[in-house]
């Protein structure tokens, strides 16, 4: 028993001893892995290398001259022992290496230097022929070679090691080829890619030639008068978030498929693709817990994705980038688009989005007080500025508030000054309508059906229809106090305006049912949408909720005619400055509005006599005065009767049309003075008799 006692005993002592000893072990190998891991983790960081490499030019250069210490004499012994002389050139060329490090901007750059760094050294220690490896590889080279040409080649491979270093630091050009060696060295010299993330090349530099824009003799605007994009977007731990979206799924029994993250100026975009038999609408149900998640409001969800089986979660950036107008100007996409391609933005994955007024061919915009409406305003204006000529090109501008298109005045491309009354609005409408319905009769009389077929076949003593394009500002002032008469005009151009080159752009802040009518609405399907207050609104403007979840700050839902779901786009920002640029570059080139006069005096004379729109009959008084001032002077237009005879405008053009249906007249022609058809026999007749009589005399 004793015996037994005693064995079971050394087993216990020796089962502990092996226990004890494994768990030494384990403890040893957990602080190993866990230093490798901090080793790891430095050697990783982007500040390891530079400061390697920095600390390493001062050893080098102080040992040089005996001022690092007994260290620095050790480093001094071993270098000379493995290299020679080529120890004073170590400072310098570990200087060069931290220098390349930080301003090199190829990928795999790490490598490249290492393998020039030690190309260097061995080519200088071969060059002195001291050291053990300059000696080695001098004497292989002078059994090859011979000594002369083992010089030659000793100074040809520290020439072509400083080639590679002047590679390496020389800044890419966007539209440079690579060399012929780089072509060899493909791999090294690719650039840097961020894997799942969509960037956009925009080319600014590349230069486009004339032929490629046929309008005639237009100065355009040149892209230095606006400012570039300078700043990227922060999309902040993608990594992370990835990994919180799908573990938010499955918290909630969701098996979904993660795919492409795309980085736009305003927010991110995570796809996913959810397995089969999943409902979408317990995905968008999940919009809050999200939210919560990835620490991050708001979060608009897209399911699906248009064109794809994918749903897209948009999370909002850490920091934003500017989109600007001279980056989508450049665009080859912009450059041989439509006479009216508008510069919209980007969408979320970072691409550039333009907007033919053509095709839409109205506009409705609406959004609350500071998310970037009027700036959208401004980028429309300029984008159609910039392609096309005053001559081809008229704005009229209706600002109630005053402020927002005051900077335009001097704009060559205005047809009135900016309009800032209720009542001048009501004329200018009615004027449009009468200038449409005078354009579809000149089409009538030509058998053309819209105004491209119309200026194809013009010839260049005919009537020239340059496109029009109405804005207003805010539309909610004039239709709380003109309401059911501004709705009708509205409504009247956008179903005729189209064909004879009449567009409409309208903004409110309000986007109520009182504003934006049924009828309204019908009418222009065209439609963006920037930050809202509540979804009743965001319904109101899209007939779809999502406008309340946008960030401001030209955050926005456009959503183009026949389209069934928007797209998220961030709208140019433009600044005052470049606003007032623009202006000045027209002002210095001599281009300043030239208003028509007649018509200016037609408004006005309407705007301060209202009520006089008197009817008259064939046998009035007046008409047969008007055919004698008419005759006499050989002038027809509506102001001249109206000065001469004190009466209002709609009389005045009433009376000349009854006079061209007398024949004493001709038909209208745009701005220029009727042509008076009577009475000139008479006068001639009238002057010759007179110089008869003064002969006689």
């Not at 492409?260 to 609408?281: D, H, N």
């Not at 009433?654 to 004493?664: M, Q, T, Y």
Request: glycine fraction near 6%.
């Amino acid at each position: 028993m004793k015996k037994k006692n005693k064995n079971a005993g050394k087993k216990r002592q020796k089962f502990s001893y092996f226990k004890s000893l494994s768990e030494t072990f384990s403890g040893i190998f957990d602080l190993l892995l866990k230093f490798s891991k901090i080793l790891i983790k430095i050697f990783s960081q982007k500040w390891f290398l530079p400061s390697l490499f920095l600390f390493l030019t001062s050893i080098f250069t102080l040992s040089s001259f005996n001022l690092a210490g007994k260290f620095g004499a050790f480093v001094l012994k071993i270098t000379f022992f493995l290299f020679g002389k080529a120890h004073y050139f170590l400072g310098p060329l570990c200087f060069l290496v931290f220098f390349s490090i930080l301003f090199s901007k190829y990928a795999k750059k790490e490598i490249f230097i290492f393998l020039n760094f030690f190309l260097f050294l061995f080519g200088i220690s071969w060059f002195f022929g001291e050291g053990f490896f300059g000696k080695k590889i001098e004497k292989g080279a002078v059994f090859l070679f011979g000594p002369i040409l083992s010089k030659i080649f000793s100074v040809s491979f520290l020439l072509f090691s400083l080639f590679l270093f002047f590679l390496l630091l020389k800044r890419k050009e966007e539209t440079s080829q690579p060399s012929y060696f780089k072509r060899f060295l493909i791999p090294i010299f690719k650039e840097k890619e961020i894997p799942t993330i969509k960037k956009v090349e925009v080319k600014t530099k590349e230069k486009i030639s004339k032929e490629e824009f046929p309008e005639k003799g237009y100065a355009r605007l040149p892209l230095e008068v606006f400012e570039a994009e300078k700043e990227e977007s922060v999309a902040g731990n993608i990594e992370r978030n990835v990994y919180l979206i799908k573990k938010t799924m499955e918290d909630f029994g969701i098996e979904v498929e993660m795919g492409q993250v795309k980085v736009g100026p305003t927010v991110t975009q995570y796809t996913l693709k959810p397995a089969e038999g999943v409902k979408v609408s317990r995905i968008t149900s999940l919009v809050h817990e999200l939210s919560l998640n990835l620490a991050a409001h708001p979060i608009r969800i897209e399911a699906p994705i248009p064109g794809k089986s994918l749903v897209g979660i948009e999370v909002p950036n850490q920091k934003r980038a500017l989109v600007r107008l001279r980056n989508l100007f450049s665009l080859k996409e912009f450059q041989n688009s439509s006479p009216l391609m508008i510069a919209a933005g980007r969408d979320v994955a970072g691409e550039p989005v333009l907007a033919d007024l053509l095709k839409m061919p109205h506009l409705l915009v609406a959004g609350a007080t500071g998310t970037g409406k009027t700036l959208f305003l401004n980028s429309l204006i300029l984008s159609l500025v910039y392609k096309n000529p005053s001559e081809t090109l008229k704005f009229i501008l209706v600002d109630p508030k005053r402020v927002e298109f005051s900077i335009y005045q001097n704009l060559p491309h205005l047809l009135f000054p900016v309009i800032l009354e209720t009542k001048k609005t009501v004329l200018v409408l009615n004027w449009l309508i009468s200038e449409m319905e005078r354009r579809f009769e000149t089409l009538a009389l030509k058998q053309k059906r819209n105004i491209f077929e119309y200026q194809l076949s013009r010839k260049d003593d005919e009537e020239e229809m340059p496109f029009i394009v109405l804005i207003i500002d805010e539309l909610a002032d004039l239709m709380l106090s003109r309401g059911k008469e501004i709705e009708n005009k509205i409504v009247r151009i956008a179903q005729l305006g189209r064909a004879v080159g009449i567009h409409l752009v309208l903004a409110t802040q309000r986007p109520s049912v009182e504003v934006l009518t049924g009828l309204i609405k019908a009418n222009i399907t065209s439609r963006i949408a920037f930050q809202v207050a509540t979804q009743f609104d965001s319904r109101t403007i899209l007939d779809m909720g999502g406008a309340e979840k946008l960030l401001g700050r030209g955050d926005a839902l456009f959503l183009m005619s026949g389209a069934t779901k928007p797209k998220r786009i961030q709208t140019p920002f433009i600044s005052e400055a470049e606003l007032k640029k623009v202006i000045q570059w027209f002002e210095k080139k001599g281009m300043f509005p030239n208003f028509d006069n007649e018509i200016l005096e037609a408004l006005e004379s309407d705007f301060e006599e209202k009520d006089t729109e008197e009817i008259i009959v064939e046998g009035d008084p007046l008409l047969e005065e008007a055919e004698r001032l008419v005759v006499q002077t050989r002038k027809a237009s509506a102001s001249f009767l109206q000065r001469r005879m004190r009466i209002g405008y709609a009389r005045a053009a009433r009376l000349l049309d009854l006079l061209e249906k007398k024949g004493v007249v001709g038909p209208a022609q745009g701005s220029k003075p009727r042509e008076v058809l009577v009475g000139g026999e008479e006068k001639e007749k009238k002057e010759e008799k007179e110089e008869n009589d003064w002969e006689s005399i």
